[in-house]
């Protein structure tokens, strides 16, 4: 779900374009205009806060709700969640423009926000009454900060990149296991772990492929440049960008090689690779770490490691956003402020992985000293965070999304099915062109 140090380092929010529309956000909540946004009961005397999200948010698995309601026992709290955000935003957009249909909270992906903080602001609060800004990273505050200086989204999580891998799998194909030792294998260049993905074939346990998918890698990739899909402009340049295409050509090679699965991210068939552990390593923001654990079996408990990128990358990030037209918008404010507060953020990523945008988050001891199932012992606080601190400050354009799943899954993953390169990477212009135009 979608940087730079923890000092002043601001990311570029461009302009936006046209928005996206058409179709109903299931499960939202009805209008409920509130123009004095006092909360309204939801039956038993208490209120009931809504939140739309997609995905995992994992504040429900992690007991926050619950938590929250303890501390408040006049609030309830229910969330609606649909699984991909492609599914999810554009409908999003489609009740911002009619100011309707909208949950008292709504996460929007750091893809885009830029659209968002542009187009839709005024119909946002301004969280910077509720959320304190000096505990966030500050890219991550202005990301979802308005030109008129509203803020209208709260970062719940960044995602500083490393790789996981299975250290049994490794084992097996005589490569290192030691997380020093793997992270050395690829250190300072992409086209290195692509090398060391060839050294795994060659001696690869039986029905494995190196990594989980040619989505995947490219992500991981195009997640560690500056410029990516539009440049500080606001011009698209994914085509004309030279990293765009490197990054494209270097994860057709290693689809050409069988070197990545053919299965397309957050998809059912590629859960059941992860349960039946088809492959050794992936791209993972700490956020993916939770990921694994729920789709895993538990004898896959403690196989995991976590090594150091190539190179410094961001994938992912997300915001919780409240609406003016909720029926309990205040609450919700106080609700979503309190979410993403660094405790809570600490909490959050002790049970599911999602890195804390909230750098006062980072010395508490339930980051320091976390660690997952999946990987055992392994410190992941400790990785984790000086990752975090490297990110690059990264462009950040409107239609980041559309692009990206274009050429992922409209793209690579195409090589991986019999297409050859350049018809991949054919085929992903035209969807994005064509999804850019509407």
């Known amino acids: 779900m979608r940087a730079p140090t923890r000092s002043a380092r601001r990311v570029v929010v461009l302009a936006a374009v046209a928005s996206l529309g058409a179709g109903l956000l299931a499960g939202c909540a009805d209008d409920g205009k509130d123009e004095d946004n006092t909360s309204s009961g939801s039956g038993g005397g208490k209120t009931k ?3 739309g999200l997609f995905g995992s948010f994992g504040f429900e698995e992690a007991g926050l709700y619950k938590e929250y309601e303890k501390l408040h026992p006049d609030i309830d709290i229910d969330q609606t969640v649909i699984e991909r955000n492609e599914n999810y935003y554009p409908p999003l957009v489609n009740h911002l423009t009619t100011n309707s249909g909208l949950q008292d909270i709504q996460g929007i992906e750091v893809g885009n926000i830029a659209e968002v903080v542009n187009n839709y602001s005024d119909k946002f609060l301004d969280l910077s009454k509720y959320g304190k800004e000096s505990d966030y990273l500050p890219w991550k505050w202005q990301q979802g900060t308005a030109k008129s200086g ?3 989204g709260l970062g719940t999580d960044v995602g500083p990149m490393a790789i996981c891998y299975r250290k049994d799998l490794f084992e097996a194909a005589g490569l290192p296991t ?12 992409w086209a290195k772990l692509v090398e060391a993905g060839k050294d795994y074939k060659a001696k690869a346990p039986k029905g ?26 606001g011009k698209v340049i994914y085509k004309t960008n030279p990293a765009v295409k490197k990054a494209f050509d270097l994860t057709a090679e290693a689809a050409e090689d069988g070197l990545v699965g053919n299965q397309t991210q957050f998809q059912p068939a590629w859960e059941t690779t992860i349960s039946n552990s088809k492959f050794a390593a992936m791209a993972c923001p700490p956020w993916m770490l939770g990921y694994i654990e729920s789709k895993s079996k538990p004898e ?56 804390p945008t909230a750098q006062a988050a980072y010395d508490l001891p339930l980051v320091k000293d976390a660690k997952n199932k999946m990987t055992g012992d392994a410190p992941i606080g400790q990785i984790y965070a000086p990752l975090a601190a490297e990110l690059p400050v990264q462009v ?19 090589v991986t099915q019999g297409k050859s390169p350049k018809e991949a990477w054919e085929n992903a212009v035209k969807t994005i062109d064509n999804n850019l135009e509407k």
Do not use: C, H
């Open 49 to 51: 806060i809504t939140l």
């Open 150 to 152: 509203s803020t209208i």
């Open 178 to 189: 030691d997380r020093e030792e793997v992270g050395k294998l690829w250190t300072g260049d």
């Open 208 to 233: 494995t492929t190196f990594m989980d998918s040619p989505g995947g890698l490219f992500n991981a990739i195009i997640g560690s440049e500056n410029e990516r899909f539009y440049d500080s402009s």
């Open 300 to 355: 896959s408990a403690g196989k995991w490691d976590v090594a150091a990128p190539p190179k410094a990358a961001n994938w992912g990030g997300s915001f919780l956003a409240v609406p003016k037209s909720g029926k309990n918008a205040k609450e919700a404010a106080k609700l979503a402020a309190w979410l993403t507060a660094p405790e809570q953020q600490a909490k959050l990523f002790s049970k599911r992985g999602s890195f």
């Open 396 to 414: 950040v354009g409107p239609k980041d999304q559309i692009i990206q799943q274009g050429l992922t899954d409209n793209g690579v993953i195409l």
